[in-house]
């Protein structure tokens, strides 16, 4: 157990000391977490394989889902990758730095440990001021998962951090909750043609209109799981409560997650109900009695008419929902497509396969 020190620090202008003392530290081979535009991210020296070692421990995340490599600025790529195909440096003229994550072919001083023995490395320019200031002072690339536990929802508060990595890591760099809220959108650049592997920050639709040749993943959209791909695990955020997705129109999907509900707490189940503000306050006359005798537990995430805010909520809201100890979630989700692609993955995920689709009634 080590001692971990958190630094509180303005997410517009970062305190150079701060800065430099957690470039310090990464650069001795320290475990830093600081906060970028989506998650707060887990760092370690990216080229330093023993520092690279202590993130998987850390985490307790298995040797075979590879990381994530962050650099300051575009320049960079040549000190991880073997060149750009001219799509990937198109996308990253336009939306670096910013919420996008691509895969390209490795070069040797890339550790094996950090690509989890594959061929190609995954790098992103993170935009956040914070990481900014950071991965400038440090001056090396940073390797950096999300900074929670292996298959916790990743952590959008440093909060989220202690409550999972605490003793386990040298420096907390606080700057309040991030923006995003979701994990970057990855995009894999050594197919042909380069494939969507995780929606995020960025859709595929601003992907596409730079890039048309992108496409989903198969077996994305045609109600089939997406094939397991190198480092795509399914079962991942998930809360410690069985989740289940409930996908369909608003009434239709409301009437039968309340009567879901009946059925579970009738069973001696405690249910905790996780839905847009609009749907939980259509349910709230319908689930009144339970939810005042403790056997119902609900928790807001963003809105139906704001996706953006859903996102940044969505992590935050499962974590709040599993603190409660109820062994059931009934989820509501907002569609697939566009913004919500992002938001659908992730649920889904948590769902590890239980989603019922609710035809109108
Ligand atoms: O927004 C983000 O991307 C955050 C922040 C901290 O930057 N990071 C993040 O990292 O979400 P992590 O470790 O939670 O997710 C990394 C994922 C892996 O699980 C894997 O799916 C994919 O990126 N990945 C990394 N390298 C890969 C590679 N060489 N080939 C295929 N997938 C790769
Ligand atoms: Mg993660």
Same mark, same amino acid.
């Given at each position: 157990?080590?001692?971990?020190?958190?630094?509180? !620090?303005? #997410?517009?202008?970062?305190?150079? &000391?701060? @800065?430099?003392? %957690? *470039?310090?530290?990464?650069?001795?081979?320290?475990?830093?977490?600081?906060?970028?535009?989506?998650?707060?991210?887990?760092?370690?020296?990216?080229?330093?394989?023993?520092?690279?070692?202590?993130?998987?421990?850390?985490?307790?995340?298995?040797?075979?889902?590879?990381?994530?490599?962050?650099?300051?600025?575009?320049?960079?790529?040549?000190?991880?990758a073997v060149g750009m195909p001219a799509g990937a440096r198109k996308l990253g003229l336009s939306f670096w730095a910013g919420p996008l994550t691509m895969i390209l072919a490795k070069k040797p001083s890339v550790p094996d440990l950090?690509?989890?023995?594959?061929?190609?490395?995954?790098?992103?320019?993170?935009?956040?001021? !914070?990481? #900014?200031?950071?991965?400038?002072? &440090?001056? @090396?690339?940073? %390797? *950096?998962?999300?900074?929670?536990?292996?298959?916790?929802?990743?952590?959008?508060?440093?909060?989220?951090?202690?409550?999972?990595?605490?003793?386990?890591?040298?420096?907390?760099?606080?700057?309040?909750?991030?923006?995003?809220?979701?994990?970057?959108?990855?995009?894999?650049?050594?197919?042909?043609?380069?494939?969507?592997?995780?929606?995020?920050?960025?859709?595929?639709?601003?992907?596409?209109?730079?890039?048309?040749?992108?496409?989903?993943?198969?077996?994305?959209?045609?109600?089939?799981?997406?094939?397991?791909?190198?480092?795509?695990?399914?079962?991942?955020?998930?809360?410690?409560?069985?989740?289940?997705?409930?996908?369909?129109?608003?009434?239709?999907?409301?009437?039968?997650?309340? &009567?879901?509900?009946?059925? %579970?707490?009738?069973?001696?189940?405690?249910?905790?109900?996780?839905?847009?503000?609009?749907?939980?306050?259509?349910?709230?006359?319908?689930?009144?009695?339970?939810?005042s005798a403790g056997r119902v537990e609900t928790v807001p995430y963003g809105s139906r008419r704001d996706l953006e805010r859903s996102g940044r909520e969505l992590y935050a809201s499962i974590r709040a929902l599993d603190a409660t100890?109820?062994?059931?979630?009934?989820?509501?989700?907002?569609?697939?497509?566009?913004?919500?692609?992002?938001?659908?993955?992730?649920?889904?995920?948590?769902?590890?396969?239980?989603?019922?689709?609710?035809?109108?009634?």
């Amino acid at each position: 157990m080590i001692k971990t020190r958190v630094i509180q !620090v303005d #997410r517009d202008r970062p305190d150079p &000391a701060a @800065i430099d003392e %957690a *470039a310090q530290a990464l650069k001795a081979g320290k475990l830093v977490v600081f906060p970028t535009e989506t998650v707060y991210g887990l760092g370690a020296h990216a080229l330093d394989s023993v520092a690279v070692q202590g993130i998987f421990d850390a985490k307790e995340r298995p040797a075979n889902d590879p990381l994530i490599v962050h650099i300051a600025h575009i320049g960079q790529v040549n000190q991880c990758a073997v060149g750009m195909p001219a799509g990937a440096r198109k996308l990253g003229l336009s939306f670096w730095a910013g919420p996008l994550t691509m895969i390209l072919a490795k070069k040797p001083s890339v550790p094996d440990l950090v690509t989890a023995g594959l061929p190609s490395v995954a790098l992103r320019v993170p935009s956040h001021r !914070v990481a #900014r200031a950071l991965m400038e002072m &440090a001056g @090396i690339p940073i %390797a *950096a998962p999300s900074a929670n536990r292996f298959s916790r929802p990743s952590p959008t508060t440093a909060a989220h951090v202690l409550e999972d990595l605490d003793g386990r890591v040298d420096l907390i760099l606080d700057a309040g909750p991030t923006d995003i809220g979701l994990e970057s959108t990855i995009v894999d650049f050594t197919v042909d043609p380069p494939v969507l592997r995780r929606p995020g920050g960025l859709t595929l639709e601003q992907i596409q209109s730079l890039v048309p040749a992108v496409v989903l993943q198969t077996g994305e959209g045609s109600g089939e799981d997406p094939q397991v791909a190198p480092g795509q695990m399914t079962r991942h955020y998930a809360p410690k409560a069985e989740l289940s997705l409930y996908e369909g129109p608003a009434e239709a999907v409301i009437r039968r997650v309340a &009567a879901d509900v009946r059925s %579970a707490t009738a069973a001696g189940h405690r249910v905790g109900i996780l839905a847009p503000e609009e749907d939980l306050s259509a349910l709230a006359p319908e689930i009144a009695g339970r939810a005042s005798a403790g056997r119902v537990e609900t928790v807001p995430y963003g809105s139906r008419r704001d996706l953006e805010r859903s996102g940044r909520e969505l992590y935050a809201s499962i974590r709040a929902l599993d603190a409660t100890g109820v062994d059931r979630i009934l989820a509501i989700g907002m569609g697939s497509e566009g913004v919500a692609r992002a938001l659908h993955d992730r649920l889904k995920r948590a769902a590890d396969g239980r989603v019922r689709t609710i035809v109108q009634d």
